[in-house]
Nanobody, 122 residues
Framework: QVQLVESGGDSVAAGGSLRLSCAAS?????MAWFRQAPGKKREGVAA????????FYADSVKGRFTISPDNAKNTVYLQMNSVKPEDTAVYYC??????????????????WGQGTQVTVSS
């Protein structure tokens, strides 16, 4: 079983930066970040395939957010730069099971963290 613990959520001013961390207890081929804002559906933000190092991003965050690993620590980060008020959401880390595909499709992910709140003020 894979267990995930997110940290790093905070309140930050628009234009600022924030780094989220996801510590994993085991290895998965895909890991990703999703977010859910009040009144909206869950949205895929960024994903990484560890077989090749390929990454995928939602159009709304391309050029601003970066997903990256620290394999020695079994940790995945989401670096958030130039944040906007519309980035406000609960952010969730996710990992695939043994035979799942990944990308930004939430249905492919079997393991989820508890979520961490990010609030961007104007």
């Amino acid at each position: 079983q894979v267990q995930l613990v997110e940290s790093g959520g905070d309140s930050v001013a628009a234009g600022g930066s924030l780094r989220l961390s996801c510590a994993a207890s085991g290895y998965s081929r895909w890991m990703a970040w999703f977010r859910q804002a009040p009144g909206k559906k869950r949205e895929g933000v960024a994903a990484r395939y560890f077989g090749s190092g390929a990454t995928f991003y939602a159009d709304s965050v391309k050029g601003r957010f970066t997903i990256s690993p620290d394999n020695a620590k079994n940790t995945v980060y989401l670096q958030m730069n130039s944040v906007k008020p519309e980035d406000t959401a609960v952010y969730y880390c996710a990992a695939t099971g043994r035979h799942d595909w990944g990308g930004l499709d939430a249905s492919q992910y079997a393991y989820w963290g508890q979520g961490t709140q990010v609030t961007v003020s104007s």
